[in-house]
């Protein structure tokens, strides 16, 4: 009984070496060649992988509060007149005002009223006579602003409503 224990003892000592000895060898041969390329594919891989995510979030987040988006809809704020019709301070003008626009609840010329989201803040610009303020002139923001072209620019008209929505 214990010579033959020790010889299963003994030869599962050797297969259990045997099979460590060829899990090595295909460690090593795995790893040796493949090692090399594996790391260049990773590091080749990397930066796409990371970068989509990252240009993906990044988009959506630009929509918003994007510092940059911002600046560029302060800049078209004032070169393509928006600037002339909305006040900043909650004064009427020949349009209404910016201030605290976003978010809040409006009332449209025909009774309905509607919340100031993103996408409606984007059909007024791109669109002015989609839906009309109630108590302001239809058309007169259309025709002020027909020559820029805003509804084939939806960058720019992205910038402005970052921008009108950082207008508190
Ligand atoms: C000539 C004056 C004029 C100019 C220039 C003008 N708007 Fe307007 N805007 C108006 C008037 C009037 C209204 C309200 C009537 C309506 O809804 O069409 C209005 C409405 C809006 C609204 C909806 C406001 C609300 O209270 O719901 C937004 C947003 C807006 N304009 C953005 C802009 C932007 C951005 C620009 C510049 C690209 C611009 N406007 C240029 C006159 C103007």
């Given at each position: 009984?214990?010579?033959?224990?020790?010889?299963?003892?003994?030869?599962?000592?050797?297969?259990?070496?045997?099979?460590?000895?060829?899990?090595?060898?295909?460690?090593?041969?795995?790893?040796?060649?493949?090692?090399?390329?594996?790391?260049?594919?990773?590091?080749?891989?990397?930066?796409?992988?990371?970068?989509?995510?990252?240009?993906?979030?990044?988009?959506?987040?630009?929509?918003?509060?994007?510092?940059?988006?911002?600046?560029?809809?302060?800049?078209?704020?004032?070169?393509?007149?928006c600037a002339g019709c909305h006040s900043l301070d909650g004064?009427?003008?020949?349009?209404?005002?910016?201030?605290?626009?976003?978010?809040?609840?409006?009332?449209?010329?025909?009774?309905?009223?509607?919340?100031?989201?993103?996408?409606?803040?984007?059909?007024?610009i791109s669109a002015p006579d989609a839906a009309t303020v109630?108590?302001?002139?239809?058309?007169?923001?259309?025709?002020?602003?027909?020559?820029?072209?805003?509804?084939?620019?939806?960058?720019?008209?992205?910038?402005?409503?970052?921008?009108?929505?950082?207008?508190?």
């Amino acid at each position: 009984m214990t010579p033959r224990a020790l010889r299963e003892a003994v030869a599962l000592v050797v297969l259990v070496a045997v099979m460590s000895g060829v899990i090595l060898v295909i460690l090593n041969v795995g790893s040796g060649p493949a090692t090399d390329p594996h790391a260049g594919e990773q590091t080749a891989s990397a930066p796409p992988a990371v970068s989509t995510p990252a240009g993906g979030s990044a988009a959506p987040a630009a929509g918003t509060n994007d510092p940059a988006l911002v600046t560029a809809g302060t800049r078209l704020y004032q070169a393509d007149g928006c600037a002339g019709c909305h006040s900043l301070d909650g004064a009427k003008g020949v349009g209404p005002t910016f201030k605290g626009l976003d978010g809040s609840r409006v009332q449209l010329a025909d009774g309905t009223v509607t919340a100031a989201s993103h996408h409606y803040l984007k059909v007024s610009i791109s669109a002015p006579d989609a839906a009309t303020v109630k108590g302001f002139p239809k058309g007169v923001m259309a025709g002020a602003i027909a020559s820029y072209g805003l509804k084939a620019k939806p960058a720019e008209v992205r910038a402005l409503v970052a921008y009108i929505a950082s207008v508190k």
